[in-house]
Nanobody, 123 residues
Framework: VQLVESGGGTVKTGGSLNLSCETT????????MAWYRQKEGENRELIGT?????????FYADSVKGRATISQDKTNNILYLRLSNLTAEDTAVYYC?????????????????WGQGTQVTVS
């Protein structure tokens, strides 16, 4: 499963980041997708989700609510994250994630897939 993030780098305090996650049509058509981040020395935390296969509804963690926007490009199978009003606390590795369900032998199986991550440094 391929999830490829891009758009990381160094951003000035108060600025915005714009990340992309490119994946396959198969993933985009049947999986829920999300953005996570992991700060140095901390556990990975959820930023937000998008119900791509349902109605495109989004959910945002309290830590980024009002600053984050997740959007999609269905034609090109790309998930986006925009995060504004950045502070040093937003410095982290940002990951794209897909949660996919299949039915095997009558059982519903959940598989989670991750991109390689992209570093964002706010200074």
């Amino acid at each position: 499963v391929q999830l490829v993030e891009s758009g990381g780098g160094t951003v000035k305090t108060g600025g915005s980041l714009n990340l992309s996650c490119e994946t396959t049509r198969d993933i985009f058509s049947r999986c829920g997708m999300a953005w996570y981040r992991q700060k140095e020395g901390e556990n990975r935390e959820l930023i937000g989700t998008m119900a791509i296969t349902i109605d495109g509804a989004t959910f945002y963690a309290d830590s980024v609510k009002g600053r984050a926007t997740i959007s999609q490009d269905k034609t090109n199978n790309i998930l986006y994250l925009r995060l504004s009003n950045l502070t040093a606390e937003d410095t982290a590795v940002y990951y794209c994630q897909a949660t996919c369900h299949t039915v095997q032998g009558g059982n519903r199986i959940e598989n989670n897939y991750w991109g390689q991550g992209t570093q964002v440094t706010v200074s």
